[in-house]
T-cell receptor, first 116, second 115 residues
Framework: AQSVTQLGSHVSVSEGALVLLRCNYS??????LFWYVQYPNQGLQLLLK??????LVKGINGFEAEFKKSETSFHLTKPSAHMSDAAEYFC??????????????FGQGTILTVHP | SAVISQKPSRDICQRGTSLTIQCQVD?????MFWYRQQPGQSLTLIAT?????????ESGFVIDKFPISRPNLTFSTLTVSNMSPEDSSIYLC????????????FGPGTRLTVT
């Protein structure tokens, strides 16, 4: 079974500060990993994805994430937070095969607050 | 990416009634998924809907409570039956499974309140 753990249900940063949202995964096979963002009263938007190519993945809105197999981590970062980054962020892992092929397993989510 | 729409966007329903949620995609897709997001919670997969076959339900979800239809490659419905206040959630559909595409794209969600 695959699982995702997001450390910290709430993260608060000042505008212009570094954003770091932590995600650790558990998978018996090489995973596909994703970060999604959910703004209030909206659906999920894909930020970036890791699909076994480059370990450093760049996404939209200046976000990036690094896949570290040795640490089973896929942390999301942004060098400088903007007020518009305030949202909830979900890390997800995809099942690569079996009867649950394609199924996404989500972490619990991290709410990012950005202070002026 | 795919453009996904859901109807209704929100609804308030009485206990004991049923609501059918529609999901429409702008292109043909192999796999469609239905998720539930309870207040303040993460997303939980209800079922996978594949065209031409029965939906595959996750543990804790049953067809009698959440019947799903998938009549073609661009459309699916989820019915929430005999609703109770515990069914108050956001219901989201997503699509995936295109050749070489590993991610899923989500609809805007249906916000359901059961009174």
């Amino acid at each position: 079974a695959q699982s995702v753990t997001q450390l910290g249900s709430h993260v608060s940063v000042s505008e212009g500060a570094l954003v770091l949202l932590r995600c650790n995964y558990s998978s018996s096979v090489p995973p596909y990993l994703f970060w999604y963002v959910q703004y209030p009263n909206q659906g999920l938007q894909l930020l970036l994805k890791y699909t076994s190519a480059a370990t450093l993945v760049k996404g939209i809105n200046g976000f990036e994430a690094e896949f570290k197999k040795s640490e089973t981590s896929f942390h999301l970062t942004k060098p400088s937070a903007h007020m518009s980054d305030a949202a909830e962020y979900f890390c997800a892992v995809r099942n690569a095969g079996g009867t649950s092929y394609g199924k996404l397993t989500f972490g619990q989510g991290t709410i990012l607050t950005v202070h002026p | 990416s795919a453009v996904i729409s859901q109807k209704p966007s929100r609804d308030i329903c009485q206990r004991g009634t049923s609501l059918t949620i529609q999901c429409q995609v702008d292109s043909q897709v192999t796999m469609m998924f239905w998720y539930r997001q309870q207040p303040g919670q993460s997303l939980t997969l209800i079922a996978t809907a594949n065209q031409g076959s029965e939906a595959t339900y996750e543990s804790g979800f049953v067809i009698d409570k959440f019947p799903i239809s998938r009549p073609n490659l661009t459309f699916s419905t989820l019915t929430v039956s005999n609703m109770s206040p515990e069914d108050s959630s956001i219901y989201l559909c997503s699509v995936g499974g295109r050749q070489g595409v590993h991610e899923q794209y989500f609809g805007p969600g249906t916000r359901l309140t059961v009174t």
